[in-house]
DNA sequence: TTGAAAGCGCTAACAA
DNA sequence: TTGTTAGCGCTTTCAA
């Protein structure tokens, strides 16, 4: 079956490897395998022959098989969550522009929102990855111990697992929230909807959190914080204000939280688009993460900048990619803070 | 240096291989390898008392292995070219979704726009992808060439090469392109501005193409249409907008063609936003793609859509995901219509 | 249906 | 600095 391998020949066949090329610059294989290893010695001149005639034969060295005694794919893992969200796009965008400036791969998956991610972890296992970044939140721990015992460091991008040993990178979620009821006092709302995601998930839980608590330490009762479902996508936030305030609904409040900034957008343009109202004149809006389709000109959206580049960074670090061999510490959580943008969904507070 | 394995033991090690579970199991490593492979000759018994053993030490096969002798990754590559447009997110996120129902993986690049994607091919090349799907055009006939020495086979999605033998899957971008002029046409229009994206891409020329071949049928002359360099993003087109007609700069056309949704919606922002006119009544707007944005509220833009579904599933069939032996047919360039939607950019014509 | 044995293409001791 | 020699974890003949 296997035919005898034409070795040296120029015909860059259907398979050549570095036996052909050491043939051809009529050294040992390992020599080849010396010459494309930065630092390995080797002396420059068989190098500078080798190359030759791996070029002459076309000759890409098979990572896939390097992988397998080196240990390291150099390949990562990340598992996406709800595409339809663009700040997760631009997550992704930034990252995957990393890693590949690292020379590193990036293998991707999604999964269903609110779906868990076991089954891609699993597959991500296979494939030996040097580590794995999460911003889809469902998974077991029977997972993460699966990969901690082989070693593969995991990290969750805005994301938190109370309890878990799983490190994670988010912004002050909290604190966020805080500062957008802050901007809805100062500009007199008192009464505010709320527009949740995922109401599983940390994200939503916290910034909600810090809200309520900002408004509740005003003296303002909890009960005039109504809390829509939003399912994290814009259609998802428009439906959910369109049910809650048109026709014979409830009363519009004064303010609407979106949880994220893409339900804030959807929130607006039921507001202003199927009900006729004005932003901020008769409502005030907010949202969070400060995408760029919320700068605008139609929504000039007030929001918290997720400082994405600085989380990226984290998050890298905290797969170590220098230290491979390291164990894992567990349960980092790191937090970083947010930033308010003002824009025009609120009315700016008086100068000075 | 290397540690004498514990066979057979409980503990879920670093790595537990198909040698441990066959020691656990009592059968030859071959045995589980055939426990693992569906449809491999394998008594039931066997494969049960395998899979039990398997469980018990947490194994999970090495895929990376295997596919050093299957010849197989059962990855593919997606090349990236403008994340910063939601149509190809929106064609990335589909695409995923596809290829990862099927039980394969996907190894993502991206390219800066108008970049050449031979550094990225390459990296590709070193993790023997089973077959390469290119969103960004710029690529040598060295770099196809040596795809196709290796029998790897590649798709252009929303591309087309003049003259090369790598094939590709399109929407038609000139009945498109004409599609767009007809409905100006109609609604009256007779000065006209484009907006173009890479001007190097087929798919910017040919709706162009398309567009002005249309209106000069018309009877109307070329230099009604001027031309704009919007670099196939958002902020691109405002700002061509903006410099062209602001303040004392040109009159402003009867109707703006976006080459691409996100630009003719930087287009109505710069129109509508700063320059205070009204779409359609002052200016009409027509964008190309259908992305979801486009649909909302503050734009609701009339535009031409691309049929992503039916593009993946071309694209994965040009792939022959099913025959990998199978000799890379040279050149296929399939082309799909796209449909009009008409929404309020530019007025309705008359019922009947 | 099973096991033994020979690779897949590469890296990493070790010796020369 | 080089070549030789074992593997890495798996699949796949080939015999039994």
Redesign the interface.
Known sequence: MTMPKERGTRR????VTSVDVAALAGVSQAAVSRAFTPGAPIAAETRRRILDAARKL?Y??????S??TTRR?N?FAVILGN?NN?FY?KLF?IL??RL?SQGR??????VEPGANSDDAL??V????VDGIILTSAQLSTRMTA?CH???IPIVLLNRYIPGSDVSGVRCDNIGGGRLIAKAFLQAGARHFAVIKGDPRGSTSQDRLRGFAEQILEEGIARRNILELEGQSI?EGARLAVLRAFQGKGQPVPDAVFGINDTMA?GAM?AL???MGLRVPEDVMVAGFDDI??GA????RLTTVRQPIEAMIDEALALLQPDAPGRPIEPGIDRTIPGELIWRDTIPRPKHG
């Open positions: 860059a066949g259907t398979h076309s890409v060295p098979n990572s896939i098989a992988s397998l794919t390949m595409m663009p796009v965008k995957l522009e590949q791969q990036l293998l991707t998956f999604t699993m597959r296992l296979r494939y030996q699966l015992d082989r070693g814009y957008m343009d202003r688009g199927e760029d389709e605008h000109w139609p929504y």
